[in-house]
Every structure is written in C-alpha cells, then in structure tokens.
C-alpha cells in the first residue's frame, strides 16, 4: 500500500477524538453564553467542510446554522453574523489570503470566533477567540463542535454512547476501510488517471467532501478535469451530458440523503458503462452501530479517496504538492 | 436576430412587473402575521434562482432567509421550516416530481407558501396558500418578493424609487441589451458550439444563474458539457487545470461581489486565451441609476445568454427542447 502508515493514522485520528474534552470546554462556555446563531467560514476546501458541517447538522438541528464563504463574506458582508455568532473555521497554514481578511472582518461584529489551526502561530490564531491547534482531521473537529452543540440544545441524546464508540472504534474502522479499499483503489486510478472528465456525484453529508474531492483533489493536485454534481441536482441538467463513456464516480452514503445518491446510482447503467458506485455499505464498521453509520460516512469516502489519491500520483508521477499557478501568481 | 420579438419581450417583463401589486399585497398581509423566516424552495433551475435571491437579500438584510433543494428536503426535511416560514417557489409546469414531494412535505409544517406558476392549474397549485400565475419571468418575480420583504423589514429605504424606474425603464432597457448583445452572441456561438468542456465563472446574484446556464443550459438544453464555478472559488482548485486553450467564460456583474469576478477576469489572461469577459458596464440600460444597475445585473447577463442560446440552438441544428433522458426514463 503506497502512502499508507497505519500507526499513523489511528495516532492522528484517535489524538484528534482526544481534542474532545477541550472542544467542548470551549462549546460549553459559549453555549452558555447564549449565541444565537453557527457560521462555518471557509474557502476552497473548508467552504467544502464547512457545507458537511451544515448537512451534518440539518439531519437533527433546528438550530440556525450557514456556510459562508470567506471571500463573499469580505465583499458583501452577512448580517446575521452578530456579536451572538459563534464563527468555526479551519486553517492548515493559517494565512489563506481571503480567510485573513474575513476574520478580520467578522471580528468587528464581535462575533465568537473558533478556529481550528495546524499552525499555531499564524496570522489566523491572532484572530480568535478560541484556538485548537492539532493537525489534519478537519472534519472530525467540525463534528464534534456540531454534535456538543446539538447535544447541549438537547437534539442528540445518545451523544455519550456514540462518542464512546468513537473514542473506542472509530480510527481502527477507518483504518480497516483503507486496507480492505486499497485493491479497488489501485484499479480505480489505472483505469481513470488520464480521463480527461470525471463526473463526482454525492448527497447530504458527503456533498461538500465530493465538491472538495473534485475541486481540491483532482483539479487542484492532480490537474484532472472534473465536475462534482449533488445528487438531487443530477437529473436537472448534468445527465444529459453523460453517454456510454462518460467517467461517473457516485458516493453512496448512510445518511438521511442515501436515497438520492442511489436514485443515481440505479439509473447511470442505462446510459453509462463508464461508472463506479462507491456504498459505504461495502465497509464493516467494526464497533460502530448501525445507527451511527450514516455520521461517519464522510471519513469512510475519505479514506477511500485517499487510496485513490496514492496511485493516481504514482501513476501520474504528479506530485500532489506542486501547484501549476496557486500561490505561483498573483491574483 | 434569431428568435427575438421585441414587442412581446416588453410585454413579457412589464407584465411581470405589474405583478407586483398583487405581489405586495400578499407579502404585506405575511409580514403583519410575524414571519420568522424565508425559504426559497427548488430543484435544478428554480434552486439556481432562489440562490440568486438570497445572494441578492444578503447585500441589504438581516432577515434569515436560505435556499432550500427540494429533494434534499424530503428526505431530511429542514427544522428552521416551521409554520412561521415564508416559502417560496416557482414552476413552469407545476409537476416536477420533487417539487410536489416537497411542498407536500411543506405543507403539513404550517408554512405559509407562496407559489408563482406558470400553469395556474396544476398540482402545485393546489397545495400553496397563494397563487401568482404568470409566465416566465422567474428572477424579477422573486427579487419583487425579496424586495418588499425588505421594504417591510426597514431594509430598503428607496424601493418606491427603485420600482419607479424599473417600471419606466427596466425593460426597454433589457431589450436593448439583447440588440447590443446580438452580433457578440453570434460569434461567441460560432466560436464555443463545440466546445468539450465549457467554464463558466460569476459571482453575488449571478453565481446562480452561472450555475443555472452551465447546467440547465449547455447540458441540459445543448448537451454541452460546462462547470460553473464561483468566481471566489476560483483560485482553490479550478484555475489548475485551465490552460491556453479551455474555454472560460466570466460574468463580471455591478453587484457587490464584483470585485471577486474581476479578479478571475484580471488573472486569466496570464494563463489562459481562450476566455471571454462578458461585463455588464459595457451595456447603457438607459432610465436606471448607478446605483441600481448592480441588482439588474443578472437580467443583463440573462438576455445576452439567451442570444448566444438561440445561436448556439441554431449552429448546432440541436432543439432546445429536445431532452435525451430526462422525462424520457424513470429515476
């Protein structure tokens, strides 16, 4: 398996899971305070997060909760974001031009901000309110926020007995999901390295990880042409582009939204043999109820894209950190 | 000028607007029942719209108002939605599958909802609480609503100004758009009616309908394969695999967000030489202040669309009506 430490990953996914206690410190206290409303920034890759954060949420939530993009938000500004916001977002470098300029900006407003930083000491962390600093795992730090704020407002009740099974389950099924995929990932790429589109369908909480995964993986890093298309939007214009050879790759989840993903995936065989579904179904779980399953979906796809990833770079002999224009020039 | 007729485009748009009376009068008689929020209910074009009319509210509002797909909505449903939501949809046939399923789902929460539909009888029609039935017209039937919401909520102090010009002047001036636009759209279409992948770019109360073009559009009506993509999001992922020859088209709108569309326009010349601005300055729209042009922009870019449509339909001897699957199979 190339790229592949297992060591490694339990490590950072179980020490991201311990991050928990201090999360919820932080929610708690805001919580009590009395916000009024959640606001997940982002841009490129943590826009996409930051729409799995609301999906996540809408399954359960009445609490008021919205994407805002951070290059929008500098331009247009959001009036719902007050001094009773609670603002998440997530930073790898910590100096993304447009982010800078949005928590300076939300700032003002007196908004809370929370932000999850790889890099401690950045531009970014001078910013916040809250800072946690731990590396990689961004999805799982924008559940934990969520689900304690869903729990504290009395919308998920089994919240201790599912963060004991994560605590106790979640890396090691996830790491399972990279070993038992890793065949069928090697396949994958050989068979689409060079496709010169590739169709990415996905619903509810893998949505935004399918926009990423075509936007941030495919265009960004491996310089592939591809076009991400939600599910219930894929009969409303998309499929009419899709013939016999078309690359369609559909991610088949177990959350509330799996009904629409597999609406696409019975209809593609008869206007496609170019396709591949990707179910979650396909994945044991160890240790992770049936219930559950449906939450962690995401990470089961991302695990999966990950392996894909490996052998589309080797293959391609395209190192995934080089970028052809993005921080090469101005814009 | 291909399928042009100017008389009954003039009267097309100033018959929608003279809905606005009867518009008013159901948006006042909503907003004295206290409201809570506003939702804009849709699927494939009509959630493009209502994206545009929330990108359009946010320059001026505090209200909350979001946009809601309809097929996501019946299998997760939405807890803001409650019997103190505003809904708001559109349908030129007043049947489309999810669209039913959705209102039906609506309805039993209490909303108050609002439907404008192009067939006065059909099943849609049944299930709102008000009806306004007219044809086409989509964008100036929702931001009429957006802007009385707005009006009402002390949000946007010279509406009567604004509507007395729109009344005037707004669609001699949008036709004169279409006249301009005319020899430009012939040689945009004899340059891109064959074009593999398309890219489309906008931003604020564009982006919608740039995803709405792209999709409902080049693949739905000319099985042309595009991507929109918006212009923030631009810069983390998509600009990597733009190169000499793909075909990309920006709309640099007068909205608040300009200046992010713009910067796609501003960059792409470095990398790319085959793109095509298409910027509303350029267009006089006579009897309109400067400071309303931004929220016509995207009625701007519609009419200019609509000109490289009817060539593109007409080079490509491919009916806009025609659909391969859609309607054609079950899904």
């Not at 890793?182 to 390295?193: G, L, V």
Request: with cysteine; proline share 2%; aromatic share 12%.
């Amino acid at each position: 398996m190339r790229k592949f430490n297992e060591e490694k990953e339990l490590s950072s996914m179980n020490g991201a899971l311990h991050l928990r206690s201090q999360i919820n410190e932080i929610i708690d206290k805001i919580h009590a305070n009395n916000y009024q409303n959640i606001c997940w920034l982002g841009i490129g890759g943590t826009y996409a997060s930051a729409m799995q954060a609301v999906a996540h949420m809408k399954e359960k939530s009445a609490l008021e909760t919205f994407v805002q993009n951070a290059a929008e938000y500098v331009v247009t500004g959001n009036k719902r974001i007050t001094k009773q916001t609670l603002i998440i977002i997530s930073s790898v470098t910590g100096s993304t031009q447009e982010m800078v300029e949005a928590v300076k900006r939300a700032a003002t407003t007196g908004a809370t901000i929370l932000a999850f930083l790889d890099i401690a000491d950045s531009p970014l962390s001078k910013l916040a309110n809250y800072v946690v600093s731990y590396p990689e795992n961004e999805q799982l730090k924008f559940f934990m926020v969520a689900d304690r704020l869903m729990y504290l407002a009395g919308e998920f009740a089994d919240y201790d007995n599912f963060y004991q099974e994560m605590d106790q389950n979640f890396a090691q099924a996830i790491v399972e999901v990279a070993k038992k995929a890793d065949s069928f990932a090697k396949e994958f790429a050989a068979k689409h390295h060079e496709d010169s589109m590739h169709y990415f369908v996905g619903a509810g909480n893998q949505w935004g990880a399918t926009y990423s995964y075509a936007m941030c993986y495919w265009e960004e890093q491996h310089w592939l042409r591809s076009k991400s298309i939600e599910a219930a939007e894929f009969f409303h214009g998309t499929l009419e582009v899709i013939d016999r050879d078309t690359p369609v790759t559909v991610y088949v989840g177990e959350d509330m939204q799996r009904s629409l993903s597999e609406r696409v995936a019975k209809f593609l065989p008869q206007i496609c043999g170019n396709y591949t579904i990707i179910d979650t179904k396909d994945y044991d779980l160890l240790g992770i109820s049936l219930q559950y399953r449906g939450l962690i979906s995401p990470f089961v796809f991302h695990e999966i894209n990950n392996r894909i990833d490996a052998y589309v770079e080797h293959i391609n002999r395209h190192p995934m950190d080089i970028r052809r224009y993005y921080r090469q020039l101005k814009y």
